[in-house]
């Protein structure tokens, strides 16, 4: 059987060239960089490279890069972090309602600590109003988080206006840009950003690394205290092979993000043009042009998205109805909620995530197994045969 992989918002596949450049240091390079004899200096000089090739994908120097573990840790640093930093200037954060449990968990966390949270709703598209972002702000105001762009809907919220308004307000930034990366530019000076998190395994880098870039000047509490590494912001050895290998997905998304971007896109595009054409009332759900160039998420009446997914997975194709983290949770998407979508419709909501490696050819398999399985879930559906002509109408 055909197997076809289009879930690249959950994970990525290693890229060949990021495992060739992670095997030395798992052999012959196996030292300790904190190490002072010849095999920990060794080492050194990749750790130093590795921390270039990520600081020059997003525009800001080395000594910005703070190496962790992934992006939940990045952005629990990032939100914790400026809390307790900054408490003595005030207590009140302004996230989205949409964020990945990363951020919407840390700052739970605070809220039960006496920290306030304004979390900011979003519209139909997934997108937030920027005149209530400005209204939000007050004199407690420390923190602004807000992700680069959405990993269930692929929504982009325009980082560069929202970077000015915490700049006319000097409130800091932080940006959760882990489905960003080698996806759109990212660009930490051009959207004045303080802080923003990166992961890894979302473009060609193992699991378990990730960066926090963390502005010249700015004040943080570290998380995690032990030894020196990471100028005691980070404690812990570091993950070299893992550093090393997302360096080079950093140089590689860097080098192929043009002409990487376009050809999802044109994939994405080739994949929702077909979709809709083939299966009458089914919706996209995300906003028309503001979306990532890989992601397409939808929903088809009068069907369990689950069911859809079930019979994908039986015919070699793997895709999920939103965040991996809550796969397991059996609760409907907190973003497909938040953005007000009907709840038949939520229910059904799928999303494909496209990657490198995906084709053409992949993309006209899933065309041709996709509309029959609808047909055959909707003929099992009893909503399907007691529809109303009013809904039979919906977004058809
Ligand atoms: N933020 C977003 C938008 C994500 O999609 C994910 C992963 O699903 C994370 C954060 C967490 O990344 P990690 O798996 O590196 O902790």
């Known amino acids: 059987m055909k197997r076809i992989y289009m879930d690249n918002n959950a994970t990525t596949a290693v890229r060949p060239a990021v495992l060739e450049a992670?095997?030395?240091?798992?052999?012959?390079?196996?030292?300790?960089?904190?190490?002072l004899h010849w095999a920990g200096r060794e080492v050194g000089s990749a750790l130093d490279q590795a921390r270039r090739q990520v600081a020059d994908l997003l525009n800001c120097e080395p000594a910005e890069i703070i190496f962790t573990s992934c992006a939940s840790e990045s952005n629990n640093l990032a939100i914790k972090g400026t809390a307790e930093a900054l408490q003595s200037r005030g207590n009140h954060i302004i996230t989205t309602a949409v964020e990945h449990p990363s951020v919407l968990n840390p700052c739970k966390y605070l809220e039960k600590r006496g920290f306030e949270v304004t979390y900011l709703p979003v519209d139909g598209y997934g997108m937030f109003d920027l005149r209530q972002l400005e209204?939000?702000?007050t004199e407690r105001t420390i923190l602004i988080s807000v992700m680069w762009a959405n990993n269930e809907t692929g929504t982009v919220f325009p980082l560069q206006e929202i970077g000015a308004i915490a700049r006319r307000h000097k409130v800091r930034l932080h940006t959760d840009a882990v489905q960003a990366i080698g996806r759109l530019p990212v660009d930490v000076q051009a959207a004045g950003i303080d802080l923003l998190a990166i992961s890894g395994h979302k473009f060609g880098a193992p699991k378990g690394v990730g960066a926090l870039y963390v502005r010249r000047g700015t004040k943080l509490t570290a998380l995690i205290h032990?030894?020196?590494?990471?100028?005691?912001?980070?404690?812990?050895?570091?993950?070299?092979?893992?550093?090393?290998?997302?360096?080079?997905?950093?140089?590689?998304?860097a080098a192929e993000l043009e002409t990487g971007s376009e050809r999802l896109r044109?994939?994405?595009d080739r994949l929702e043009?077909?979709?809709?054409?083939?299966?009458?009332?089914?919706?996209?759900?995300?906003?028309p042009s503001q979306r990532l160039p890989n992601t397409l998420n939808l929903s088809f009446a009068y069907i369990e998205g689950e069911a859809v997914l079930l019979f994908l997975d039986m015919q070699g194709v793997a895709a999920s109805s939103g965040s991996a983290c809550m796969s397991d949770a059996f609760s409907?998407?907190?973003v497909i909620s938040a953005m007000g979508i009907d709840p038949m419709m939520a229910n059904s909501a799928i999303r494909f995530g496209l990657g490198p490696d995906n084709t053409e050819a992949?993309?006209?398999?899933?065309?041709s197994i996709l509309p029959p399985i609808v047909q055959k879930l909707r003929d099992m559906s009893p909503f399907y045969h007691e529809r109303t002509p009013s809904r039979a109408t919906v977004n058809s």
């Open 22 to 35: 992670m095997l030395p240091y798992y052999r012959e390079h196996f030292g300790n960089p904190s190490s």
């Open 135 to 137: 209204a939000a702000i």
């Open 226 to 253: 032990g030894g020196h590494q990471e100028l005691g912001r980070r404690a812990g050895t570091h993950n070299l092979p893992g550093i090393v290998g997302l360096g080079k997905a950093c140089e590689l998304a």
């Open 266 to 268: 044109t994939l994405r």
């Open 273 to 287: 043009q077909g979709i809709l054409a083939a299966i009458p009332e089914c919706q996209v759900n995300g906003h």
């Open 332 to 334: 409907q998407s907190h």
């Open 362 to 367: 992949d993309v006209d398999h899933l065309l």
